[in-house]
C-alpha cells in the first residue's frame, strides 16, 4: 500500500470523542459557570445584608440596656410613672431577608429565635402594661397587689432576657461562621452581651 490521499483511512470515533468533549465544555460554560457566579453573588449579597444586621445591633443593645435599667426601677415598688416607662420597654429589631442556602441555616434559625424571643418579650410588656393602667395607686390595697403584679412581670421579662442574650449569642456565632468577614464587628458587640438582670 502506497501512502497517499486515498488510502487514508478516517477515524469517526475519535472525531465522535472530541466533539463529545467539545459539548462537555460548552455545557460546563454554559450551565455550571453561571450557577457558580450566580452562587457567589448571592453569598455576597447575604453577606451584606448579615453586616448591616451586625451595624443594627448597638443601637438594639442600647435600647435593652435602657429597658432593663427601667426595670430595676420598678422592681421596687410600682407607680404611675411605670405605666409610662412600660412603652419604652418595647424593643424592635429588624431582621435581613436572606437568600435560603444550606450555610446560612443556622443564622436563619437564630433569627426565627430571636425574634420569637423579642416576640414573647413584648407581649409580656403589653400585658404588664394593661395590668399597671387599671391600678388605683390611691388604695393601698391596689398598690400592694400591683407590686405582686410587678414582680412577676420583672420577673419574667428578666427571664427573657436572658433568652435573648443567650439566643443572641448562637446568632452571632452563626453568622461568623456564615459571613466571616464581619467576624471584627461582632468580637467588639460580643462584649456587650454580658450584662445582667434586676430581680
Known amino acids: 500500500m502506497e501512502p497517499g490521499i486515498k488510502n487514508c483511512v478516517v477515524w469517526w470515533d475519535a472525531w465522535a470523542a472530541v466533539g463529545a468533549w467539545a459539548a462537555a465544555i460548552a455545557t460546563f460554560f454554559a450551565v455550571i ?6 452562587s457567589r453573588k448571592e453569598r455576597l ?25 427601667i426595670l430595676e426601677q420598678m422592681s421596687e415598688e410600682p407607680s404611675e410613672n411605670h405605666v409610662e ?17 444550606f450555610r446560612m441555616r443556622r443564622v436563619l ?17 403589653e400585658e404588664f402594661r ?3 393602667s387599671f391600678v388605683n395607686f390611691d388604695e393601698p390595697w391596689e398598690v400592694d397587689g400591683a407590686t405582686q403584679s410587678t414582680r412577676l412581670g420583672v420577673a419574667m421579662l428578666n427571664e427573657f432576657s436572658l433568652n435573648i442574650s443567650g439566643h443572641l449569642r448562637f446568632l452571632l456565632d452563626a453568622i461568623s461562621t456564615a459571613a466571616p468577614s464581619v467576624e471584627p ?12 438582670v434586676y430581680s
Do not use: K
Not at 459557570?33 to 450566580?38: C, H, I, N, R, T
Not at 412603652?87 to 442556602?101: G, K, M, V
Not at 464587628?185 to 445582667?196: M, P, Q, S, V, Y
Open 130 to 132: 394593661n395590668r399597671l
Open 45 to 69: 449579597r447575604n453577606e451584606l445584608e448579615l453586616s448591616d444586621f451586625v451595624y443594627s445591633l448597638p443601637p438594639f443593645i442600647a435600647q435593652w440596656r435602657r429597658s432593663l435599667a
Open 33 to 38: 459557570v453561571p450557577v457558580f457566579l450566580s
Open 109 to 125: 434559625i437564630g433569627f426565627r429565635t430571636v425574634s420569637r424571643d423579642l416576640a414573647a418579650w413584648n407581649r409580656t410588656v
Open 185 to 196: 464587628e461582632i468580637r467588639a458587640i460580643r462584649g456587650h452581651l454580658g450584662f445582667g
Open 85 to 101: 416607662q412600660l412603652d419604652a420597654l418595647r424593643l424592635a429589631l429588624s431582621f435581613p431577608s436572606l437568600e435560603p442556602a
